[in-house]
C-alpha cells in the first residue's frame, strides 16, 4: 500500500508540474496557439484532436483474499476498442481524455485455487493525462504524460463465489508514446500507459463473508489512427 501511495503521489506531482508549465506556455503568448508549421509555411490549426485505437489490457496477476495465507488472484487480459480526445493548450502542452470499456474474469490462485472463477466484472477506466509533446523531429512527434485514472467496475457477476464487489477506486496514470503525422490532419498512434490501481472487494464463498484486494495495475497498450481537426 505505501509503494501505491508513493507512486500515486509521483504522479500527482508530475501532473502539477506539467500544468504548471502549460500555464506558462499559455501566458507567455497566447497570440501564437495552436500555429503549426508545416514544410517550411505556418499554419493555425484546431486545439483538438481525437484517435481511435486497438487497445490491448494486460493486468498484473496479484492480490489476495484477507484471512486465507497464500491466497492469490489472477485475471484476464483484453483487446479492446478505446476512444480518446486531446486538447492541445499549445503546440507542446495537451490534456487527454481516454475512454473504453472492457470486461475480465476474476480467478482465485494459490491457496484459493480450487475456487476457479469467482466472478466476471466490467471495468470503465476513463484516464485523463497532461502531456509534453515533442515537436522537433517533423512528422515523427513522441510524448509523455502523467495523470489519474478512476476505475468503476459494473456489471459484475459470480462464478463460484456467492457474492462480488469491486469497488471503484482511483489511480495515478503515467503514458508514453508517439504520432507519426501522415499529413497535417492524420496520423498513426502508438501509445502505453500503466495505471497503479488496486480497489478493494468484498466477497462471499459458502457463506462466509470476506475482504481483499486486486493488484490490478494493468499496463494499457494501444496502437491506432489519429486525426487532428
Same mark, same amino acid.
Given at each position: 500500500?505505501?509503494? #501505491?501511495?508513493?507512486?500515486? &503521489?509521483? !504522479? @500527482?506531482?508530475?501532473?502539477?508540474?506539467?500544468?504548471? $508549465?502549460?500555464?506558462?506556455? /499559455?501566458?507567455?503568448?497566447?497570440?501564437?496557439?495552436?500555429?503549426?508549421?508545416?514544410?517550411?509555411?505556418?499554419?493555425?490549426?484546431?486545439?483538438?484532436?481525437?484517435?481511435?485505437?486497438?487497445?490491448?489490457?494486460?493486468?498484473?496477476?496479484?492480490?489476495?483474499?484477507?484471512?486465507?495465507?497464500?491466497?492469490?488472484?489472477?485475471?484476464?487480459?483484453?483487446?479492446?476498442?478505446?476512444?480518446?480526445?486531446?486538447?492541445?493548450?499549445?503546440?507542446?502542452?495537451?490534456?487527454?481524455?481516454?475512454?473504453?470499456?472492457?470486461?475480465?474474469? #476474476?480467478?482465485?490462485?494459490? &491457496?484459493? !485455487? @480450487?475456487?476457479?472463477?469467482?466472478?466476471?466484472?466490467? $471495468?470503465?477506466?476513463?484516464? /485523463?493525462?497532461?502531456?509534453?509533446?515533442?515537436?522537433?523531429?517533423?512528422?515523427?512527434?513522441?510524448?509523455?504524460?502523467?495523470?489519474?485514472?478512476?476505475?468503476?467496475?459494473?456489471?459484475?457477476?459470480?462464478?463460484?463465489?456467492?457474492?462480488?464487489?469491486?469497488?471503484?477506486?482511483?489511480?495515478?496514470?503515467?503514458?508514453?508514446?508517439?504520432?507519426?503525422?501522415?499529413?497535417?490532419?492524420?496520423?498513426?498512434?502508438?501509445?502505453?500507459?500503466?495505471?497503479?490501481?488496486?480497489?478493494?472487494?468484498?466477497?462471499?464463498?459458502?457463506?462466509?463473508?470476506?475482504?481483499?484486494?486486486?493488484?490490478?495495475?494493468?499496463?494499457?497498450?494501444?496502437?491506432? $489512427?489519429?486525426?487532428?481537426?
Amino acid at each position: 500500500m505505501t509503494k #501505491v501511495r508513493m507512486v500515486a &503521489a509521483q !504522479g @500527482a506531482i508530475a501532473l502539477i508540474v506539467l500544468m504548471g $508549465v502549460g500555464q506558462q506556455a /499559455l501566458a507567455a503568448d497566447p497570440a501564437q496557439r495552436y500555429i503549426a508549421q508545416d514544410q517550411g509555411t505556418v499554419e493555425a490549426s484546431s486545439p483538438w484532436q481525437i484517435r481511435v485505437r486497438a487497445l490491448g489490457v494486460k493486468t498484473n496477476d496479484s492480490g489476495y483474499v484477507g484471512g486465507i495465507a497464500g491466497s492469490n488472484l489472477s485475471y484476464s487480459d483484453a483487446v479492446t476498442p478505446e476512444f480518446d480526445i486531446s486538447y492541445f493548450f499549445t503546440e507542446n502542452i495537451a490534456a487527454e481524455l481516454i475512454l473504453a470499456t472492457t470486461s475480465a474474469n #476474476v480467478d482465485g490462485t494459490g &491457496a484459493i !485455487g @480450487a475456487l476457479g472463477n469467482v466472478g466476471k466484472v466490467w $471495468v470503465l477506466p476513463p484516464t /485523463l493525462t497532461l502531456q509534453y509533446h515533442i515537436t522537433h523531429f517533423g512528422a515523427f512527434r513522441p510524448y509523455v504524460g502523467a495523470g489519474l485514472n478512476y476505475t468503476v467496475f459494473y456489471n459484475q457477476s459470480v462464478g463460484s463465489a456467492d457474492a462480488l464487489h469491486v469497488k471503484n477506486a482511483f489511480g495515478a496514470a503515467l503514458q508514453v508514446g508517439f504520432d507519426y503525422m501522415v499529413d497535417r490532419h492524420w496520423g498513426v498512434n502508438v501509445d502505453v500507459k500503466k495505471l497503479f490501481l488496486e480497489p478493494d472487494f468484498t466477497v462471499k464463498v459458502a457463506g462466509t463473508d470476506l475482504k481483499g484486494k486486486a493488484k490490478l495495475d494493468p499496463w494499457l497498450i494501444g496502437a491506432g $489512427v489519429t486525426y487532428r481537426f
